[in-house]
């Protein structure tokens, strides 16, 4: 019989106390009410760990680096456990033959009651002959593994869209999971960044093994608890964006003062992802807090868009045909109507 999360907990020596604790930080990590820690509680009680495959294809596991690292107790102490992880060719001890048989005997002895996770993606041209996985073309792997699992994730920008490995001429054909033949049909989450944030990783696991079904989805096939803002929305330089107050040029007078990195070609207007919330290293900070412009890099073809630096040029503000440089010229009429208007 395979443990259950709370058997595992237990036997790690992790009290009642702390358990329904991490139970109430779960609950608030995916934006729910406190009345769904008990539900969460139960699930955690009662359900046996789901195996998981984790596959990696062409990427630079970076999402790998980025899911360890989580400052949420999920991925503390406990994610590892909270999985039954039985392959992931990156962290596994076994290896070899050895290693690969694992992929077989979960796809048979789990029969859709396994998750599979993707790391980067598959290129088709030359018959998969760009990434060998075992002796086998990886995706001769991925297609395998997929047919009998029960969800699909889509581990960062490189399985969700293809990411770099994709960009123009792309002359390996690097395919995003969803593209992949036969796999169109399949429940697949995308979890979209390079990386994607640790704490959205071990949410979206979190939600999966506690709710035995897939969180709602936009259009896109994004968690909509993650994705459904713009970075951009919720910046903290926004108001000097509203207010026309943008850096010029790098380490100007502006940029040491904070104001907004638009001009320098901030993607966040168009990007939508939790860095601006959630933010990253246990909440620590995020690009655009460290002096950077967001770069859109959970957007679908951000390598083919222009440089990172590349302005956009079609954003309006206060929801007018109005652009950046028009902005202040905007607000300075506006100020000086209004003390005409008091004198």
């Known amino acids: 019989m395979i443990e259950t999360f709370y058997d595992v907990m237990r036997r790690q020596g992790i009290t009642r106390r702390s358990f329904l604790k991490f139970c109430s930080l779960t609950a608030a990590s995916l934006g729910l009410s406190p009345a769904f820690a008990p539900k969460i509680a139960h699930a955690m009680e009662t359900k046996p760990r789901i195996p998981v495959l984790w596959l990696h294809g062409l990427e630079c596991t970076c999402c790998s680096e980025s899911f360890i690292r989580s400052g949420h107790p999920l991925a503390k102490d406990v994610i590892l456990s909270m999985l039954s992880l039985d392959y992931d060719d990156t962290i596994m001890a076994a290896a070899g033959h050895n290693a690969e048989a694992i992929v077989t005997e979960i796809v048979e002895k789990y029969k859709g009651n396994y998750i599979l996770a993707v790391e980067g993606n598959p290129p088709l041209a030359e018959d998969g002959m760009y990434c060998i996985i075992g002796g086998k073309p990886f995706v001769e792997q991925l297609k395998y593994a997929a047919e009998s699992c029960k969800a699909i994730i889509s581990w960062g920008s490189c399985a969700s869209w293809g990411c770099v490995q994709a960009a123009k001429p792309n002359p390996t054909r690097a395919t995003p999971v969803h593209k992949v033949p036969g796999l169109a049909d399949k429940p697949i989450i995308k979890v979209p960044g390079c990386p994607p944030i640790a704490e959205v990783m071990t949410a979206v696991v979190a939600y999966l093994l ?20 713009r970075i951009h929305d919720k910046c903290y330089r926004r ?15 502006a940029a040491r003062m904070g104001h907004c990195l638009y001009k320098m070609g901030c993607k966040g207007p168009t990007t939508y992802n939790a860095c601006s919330t959630v933010k990253w290293n246990e909440g620590t900070s ?34 007018i045909e109005a ?21």
């Open 323 to 343: 652009n950046a440089d028009a902005v202040g010229g905007t607000a300075a009429a506006v100020v000086g109507a209004g003390i005409a208007a008091h004198a």
């Open 239 to 253: 108001p000097h964006f509203d207010a026309g107050q943008f850096v010029e040029q790098w380490d100007d007078e």
């Open 210 to 229: 506690t709710f035995d079904k897939l969180p709602t989805l936009d259009k896109q096939g994004r968690p909509q608890m993650f994705y459904s803002q």
């Open 286 to 319: 995020f690009p655009i807090q460290a002096g950077h412009g967001c770069i859109g890099c959970s957007e679908d073809g951000f390598w083919d868009k222009g440089s990172f630096y590349e302005r956009l040029t079609d954003i309006n503000q206060f929801g």
